[in-house]
């Protein structure tokens, strides 16, 4: 006679202990963080108008151009890289711009301001890819090229911006019901997902950061790579600086002071290893969005500008401490 089946219980059991042990909690954690600080001051804060529409959209606003600095530091961290120099060509490029439509119009100034990003890119890919300087010292000596020279040819005075247009498009107006500022990172976080985690060129990013051995060995020109993404990195810092400058109607070679930070730790925290060969748009997303938030809330709370760069700090840190290998 068959013995009935009998059903063994501990084996889903077994199978979801197995689970949760083997749960990588980092990749997962700028999004618990996000939903606790988002709470965090949501309690705290509901009298000063936290939760207020206006001030909701003004974290997305105030955060744009981070993001979309932070979506090219992504490429350059996950291909194990580093860029230091962002804030400083954004800063150039938006000088360089102001100049240009001054001088020619828009269209010519535009032109001019991803020239900037394009020729500081080119010299931070060829040092690092052709000469094998570190991109960290590359970087770095471009940083105070870059805002030395953008400080040298405006002899530290604002260059207005006059055309409407360029202000209305590039950050200070509305493009239909939708923030500009909001538009243009919106755009760059969809393209750099796309092309970061579904291209060829994304894959090879990944890889080169990986293991840069082992990717010459499949054929990937790993040199092009870095080459590339330093390149990108520049020319993206160029868009964000021509967005400062239309966003605040001039350019100044104050703007973009001290993004490379907030970009790093923003990509740092939405999960990219800081040792490269993994990386998420959407998470830099969110990571510069955390900054963000901290950032509004620290405001709202009344602490003044030195108690907040003691907690951008901490968030560096925080960031470097969640990017160690197991």
């Excluded at 900037?116 to 690092?128: K, P, Q």
């Amino acid at each position: 006679m068959n013995q009935p089946a009998t059903i063994d219980s501990a084996t889903p059991r077994t199978g979801l202990a197995e689970a949760v042990k083997n749960w990588d909690w980092r990749r997962y954690v700028i999004y618990i963080g996000f939903v606790v600080v988002f709470a965090f001051f949501a309690i705290l804060l509901h009298d000063q108008g936290f939760l207020s529409p206006n001030n909701l959209l003004n974290i997305f606003r105030q955060t744009s151009t981070i993001t979309i600095i932070a979506v090219g530091m992504t490429y350059v961290i996950a291909a194990a890289q580093i860029d230091l120099s962002v804030g400083s060509t954004a800063g150039l490029a938006s000088v360089v711009t102001a100049m240009g439509i001054a001088a020619w119009g828009p269209v010519p100034g535009i032109l001019c301001g991803l020239a900037v990003g394009a020729v500081v890119g080119s010299i931070n890919g060829a040092l690092v890819s052709m000469l094998g300087i570190p991109s960290f010292l590359v970087t770095l000596g471009m940083l105070g090229i870059a805002v030395g020279t953008a400080q040298w040819i405006t002899a530290s005075a604002p260059i207005p911006i006059l055309d409407d247009t360029y202000n209305t498009i590039f950050g200070s107006g509305n493009i239909g019901p939708v923030p500009g500022l909001i538009l243009w990172s919106g755009v760059f976080v969809a393209v750099g997902a796309v092309v970061l985690a579904r291209t060829k060129f994304g894959r090879q990013v990944l890889a080169t950061g990986g293991n840069r051995t082992a990717a010459d060995f499949t054929g990937i020109n790993t040199k092009r790579i870095t080459f590339q993404v330093l390149l990108l990195s520049g020319l993206v810092a160029s868009v964000a600086g021509m967005l400062y400058a239309g966003r605040l109607q001039s350019g100044r070679f104050q703007w973009g002071t001290g993004d490379e930070l907030s970009a790093i730790a923003a990509v740092i925290l939405g999960g990219t290893s800081l040792f490269g060969g993994s990386g998420t748009v959407i998470g830099t997303l969110f990571g510069s969005l955390l900054i963000g938030l901290i950032n509004n809330g620290l405001i709202l709370a009344g602490l003044d500008s030195s108690q907040q760069q003691v907690v951008r700090g901490g968030i560096i840190i925080l960031a470097v401490a969640l990017a160690r290998k197991k």
